[in-house]
């Protein structure tokens, strides 16, 4: 078993529809949770952080993390083009000095 | 201003070569890092220092070799080189631990023929 998991997709979603990406994870004892955009050819580039159940939201894009479940997920309202990319997913323990990531999900958001 | 800043951005060089990629960080960050990021976008860690300290040193070839010589300077050495190694080399910064995730610099996209 892996232990950050993620539909490596592509994932295709309409424009102005909601993409929902997930990822689990296998650690329990996981307290930071990540998600990275990542542009062809560019480097990933954080945007959303959650340690916390429940919601946090910021702008169009909204993280959700369920430790019981052990999983977290991200919603991108009101999808645009610019918002194709692969999204990564990556978790730590707060005593590591290393995130242990997803392999992504390509997401392609269609005019 | 960039915050992480890998030179060079492209290496292009023959098998057996030796080569360097250099990182510098200006964010007074006390952590950084070298993934490998393959053909297939998986991101593999190489590497961590803290402040100067090496604490993670995953399995990868003897042939790669990191330098720290002050907390904001990170750089890769990599001897021998293989048609294998080619891939996106990044360097990442980030305050010491994880808890607020990392800052990654613009890569170098190695490759080897």
């Known amino acids: 078993q892996k232990e950050v998991e993620q539909n490596s997709g592509p994932l295709s979603v309409p424009e102005g529809a909601i993409a929902s990406l997930n990822c689990t994870y296998s650690?329990?004892?996981?307290?930071?949770f990540f998600w990275y955009r990542q542009y062809s050819g560019k480097s990933p580039e954080l945007i959303m952080s959650?340690?916390s159940n429940g919601d946090k939201e910021d702008g169009r894009f909204t993280a959700q993390l369920n430790k019981a479940s052990q999983y977290v997920s991200l919603l991108i309202r009101d999808s645009q083009p610019s918002d194709s990319a692969t999204y990564l997913c990556?978790?730590?323990?707060?005593?590591?000095?290393?995130?242990?990531w997803g392999a992504g999900t390509k997401l392609i958001i269609k005019p | 201003d960039t915050a992480v800043s890998q030179t060079p951005k492209y290496l292009v060089t023959q098998m057996g070569n030796d080569k360097s990629i250099k990182c510098e960080q200006n964010l007074g960050h006390d952590t950084m890092y070298w993934y490998k990021q393959d053909s297939k976008k998986f991101l593999k860690i190489m590497f961590s220092?803290?402040?100067?300290?090496?604490?993670i040193n995953e399995t990868v070839p003897n042939r790669f070799s990191p330098k720290s010589p002050d907390k904001a300077h990170l750089n890769l050495h990599i001897n021998s080189l293989e048609l294998g190694d080619s891939a996106v080399y990044f360097c990442a910064s980030s305050p010491q631990g994880t808890v607020y995730g990392y800052t990654f610099g613009s890569g170098t996209r190695l490759t080897v023929v």
């Open positions: 959650i340690y």
């Open positions: 650690d329990r004892g996981s307290q930071s």
């Open positions: 220092y803290n402040n100067k300290e090496l604490i």
């Open positions: 990556a978790v730590s323990r707060d005593s590591n000095y290393q995130l242990i």
